[in-house]
């Protein structure tokens, strides 16, 4: 089907909404990449990232879940009654058949009286929650919902993913655009078969396309939403303050941002994956409440994802004036990122159960 058949790409609500209130959570364990290389007697010159969070052993996407809504919702001054959907995306349930969501709502004190729901998608399972929020509150159907990207990766002991795969968190309430600190103007998404990242039932760790994760999967998927994003909306690299990217590593979004045009001034504050890792499901997420912190009424944010199998969804948001009234309400992503303790690799595995006692 031609474009023009479709009418505009670009997902757009029935009324303003936007962004109430963000938070998130990092754990404050980190593992060096040195460590990592050490172990496995590697150049520790060549290491991909200077650092990965790592989870504790009383640590899951739950509980990190649950950390990073309270901090949404204390910046967003609402009863948590008033929620109408609760939505976690990630790769990393605790459970393979009992929904994470529910708890997250009972913890926090949402209604029962809500839909509650686990999204998978690989990396880009954060973002999808946040636009099906976008179209709940949207269509009118509620004012208030909760979207969540929280990730406790794993990777396969001595495999290249390793390195990168850590934990973390992002939380989202998404309301009506008056209430907004940042208003959402537009989403867009784009999909296809790429099978560049894959975990088969019963298997425990990950399996992925070494090289080929990179083109044809993340770059031709983030690019094409990216771009499009900017066609159908009419603006180009010059009209975001800021810009943030799924980050899988440290080259992937730099590499990308040189080829769309973008600086390294409008990604700077969005790039946590070489102090963090890659927080999977909540990459760009956490990415985005960095920038949030910073950010001042009237920055335009442009916000695409990755996820694996493969998709990218792409936010364009404008921040507002009531950003000022409740960034210290909560936590910031750098206070999270300063609380640090670092382990060794013997305490990573015994954290991530990588020996398997029974």
């Known amino acids: 089907m031609d474009k023009k058949d479709v009418g505009s790409l670009l997902l757009k609500t029935n009324?303003?909404?936007?962004?109430?209130?963000?938070?998130?959570?990092?754990?404050?364990?980190?593992?060096?990449a040195v460590e990592i290389a050490r172990v496995w007697g590697r150049s520790e010159r060549s290491v991909p990232?200077?650092?990965?969070?790592?989870?504790?052993?009383?640590e899951d996407t739950v509980t990190m879940g649950i950390e990073a809504a309270r901090n949404a919702l204390v910046r967003a001054d609402i009863d948590p009654e008033l929620l109408k959907a609760v939505w976690t995306g990630s790769e990393s349930?605790?459970?393979a058949v009992k929904p994470s969501s529910t708890i997250i709502?009972?913890?926090?004190?949402?209604?029962?009286?809500?839909?509650?729901?686990?999204?998978?998608?690989?990396?880009?399972?954060?973002?999808?929650?946040?636009?099906m929020c976008i179209a709940?509150?949207?269509?009118?159907?509620?004012?208030?919902?909760?979207?969540?990207?929280?990730?406790?990766?794993q990777g396969k002991p001595g495999d290249a993913l390793e390195y990168t795969a850590a934990a973390g968190g992002?939380?989202?309430?998404?309301?009506?655009?008056?209430?907004?600190?940042?208003?959402?103007?537009?989403?867009?998404?784009?999909?296809?078969?790429?099978?560049?990242?894959?975990?088969?039932?019963?298997?425990?760790?990950?399996?992925h396309g070494q090289r080929f994760t990179g083109e044809p999967a993340y770059f031709k998927h983030v690019s094409i939403a990216a771009?499009?994003?900017?066609?159908?909306?009419?603006?180009?690299?010059?009209?975001?303050?800021?810009?943030?990217?799924?980050?899988?590593?440290?080259?992937?979004?730099?590499?990308?941002?040189?080829?769309?045009?973008?600086?390294?001034?409008?990604?700077?504050?969005?790039?946590?994956?070489?102090?963090?890792?890659?927080?999977y499901a909540a990459a760009s997420p956490v990415g985005l409440t960095a920038i949030l912190d910073e950010a001042k009424p009237g920055d335009r944010i442009l916000m695409?994802?990755?996820?694996?199998?493969?998709?990218?969804?792409?936010?364009?948001?404008?921040?507002?004036?009531?950003?000022?009234?409740?960034?210290?309400?909560?936590?910031?992503?750098?206070?999270?990122?300063?609380?640090?303790v670092e382990i060794d690799y013997a305490a990573y595995v015994r954290f991530r159960g990588k020996l398997q006692t029974r």
């Not at 009324?15 to 060096?32: D, E, K, N, S, T």
């Not at 913890?107 to 690989?122: M, P, V």
């Not at 440290?250 to 973008?262: D, M």
Request: charged share 20%; net charge negative.
């Open 105 to 131: 709502a009972e913890a926090i004190g949402a209604s029962n009286h809500i839909q509650a729901a686990d999204l998978e998608f690989a990396c880009k399972a954060g973002t999808e929650a946040m636009v």
């Open 15 to 32: 009324r303003p909404v936007g962004i109430v209130g963000y938070g998130a959570y990092i754990p404050q364990y980190r593992l060096p």
């Open 304 to 340: 695409v994802s990755y996820g694996s199998g493969a998709g990218s969804d792409a936010l364009d948001l404008r921040v507002t004036d009531r950003i000022a009234e409740c960034r210290h309400a909560a936590p910031t992503t750098a206070e999270y990122i300063a609380r640090r």
């Open 49 to 58: 990232i200077k650092e990965k969070a790592v989870p504790g052993l009383d």
């Open 227 to 279: 771009q499009t994003m900017m066609d159908e909306s009419g603006t180009t690299v010059k009209d975001y303050t800021y810009a943030v990217f799924h980050q899988p590593n440290v080259k992937f979004p730099r590499r990308l941002a040189k080829k769309l045009g973008f600086t390294d001034e409008q990604i700077k504050t969005g790039l946590l994956s070489p102090i963090i890792g890659n927080t």
């Open 93 to 95: 349930h605790p459970y």
């Open 170 to 207: 992002a939380a989202f309430v998404i309301g009506p655009a008056e209430m907004a600190v940042a208003e959402i103007i537009s989403s867009y998404s784009f999909v296809t078969d790429t099978p560049d990242f894959w975990r088969r039932a019963y298997q425990h760790y990950p399996e």
């Open 136 to 153: 709940l509150v949207g269509s009118g159907m509620g004012d208030f919902a909760l979207a969540l990207g929280v990730d406790t990766a």
